[in-house]
């Protein structure tokens, strides 16, 4: 059974269940999907919308009209951080956090923390320095968007400096979230602005094979 998923492939949301996709050996298919991004439609493939996601069609199986959706076996389901933890949990208990209540706790609190500390700030740095056209864009947004992102990757720094990787010692599905955000982070601030345990970790997420599904920096960084 091939899942199906709607999502466009510079979207973070999206890359996160690329990346478990790609942990998890799945046969998948991409269905690309999109709305605009911003008043002026700024998207991160030549200025158009992909589409589909305003179609009676989508918003039948997802009235938010937002990326990514996947469709598996006929279990719809939205949501990047509901969808990572149904794959952990359905295809691969022990890969993805030890079969073990701990670990998946962990793992989903540092996805939730990501979502609220990690994603709004990164958003508006890269809106602000990428992917608005240059006469829109507000360097002092920027910048307190700079402020916020290091004091989040401090409390990332620390944790790293407990655990091997971000929930336990052990690799999770909430690695998955964080691979994604360290590297947009080492294409944004250079390799050389990683603190030292967060250089460590970085160095042994890249060197897992999946991540090659999210390695392209094209799809991070797009305007």
């Excluded at 920027?142 to 944790?159: C, G, M, N, P, S």
């Amino acid at each position: 059974m091939t899942i199906k998923i709607w999502g466009r492939p510079s979207s973070a949301r999206t890359q996160k269940v690329l990346l478990a996709m790609a942990e998890l050996g799945l046969p998948h298919e991409l269905v690309l999907a999109s709305g605009t991004m911003g008043a002026g439609g700024h998207v991160a493939k030549g200025n158009q919308a992909f589409g589909v996601v305003n179609t009676p069609e989508y918003r039948a199986m997802n009235p938010n009209g937002t990326v990514p959706t996947i469709l598996d076996d006929g279990f719809v389901l939205w949501e990047s951080n509901a969808i990572l933890q149904y794959l952990a949990m359905k295809y691969d208990p022990e890969g993805f956090y030890g079969a073990d209540i701990a670990c998946f706790v962990s793992a989903s609190r540092w996805i939730m923390w990501e979502n609220n500390e990690l994603i709004p700030p990164m958003h508006t740095l890269v809106k602000h320095t990428i992917r608005l056209p240059e006469e829109q864009r507000e360097p002092a947004v920027a910048e307190a968007a700079r402020t916020a992102l290091l004091k989040a990757w401090d409390i990332v720094e620390d944790q790293l400096s407990r655990t091997e990787h971000i929930a336990d010692d052990r690799w999770s599905y909430g690695d998955i979230p964080m691979t994604i955000r360290v590297h947009r982070w080492a294409l944004l601030a250079g390799e050389e602005a990683l603190s030292p345990n967060l250089a460590r970790y970085y160095g042994q997420v890249s060197a897992r094979p999946s991540f090659d599904a999210i390695r392209d920096p094209a799809m991070h960084l797009a305007g």
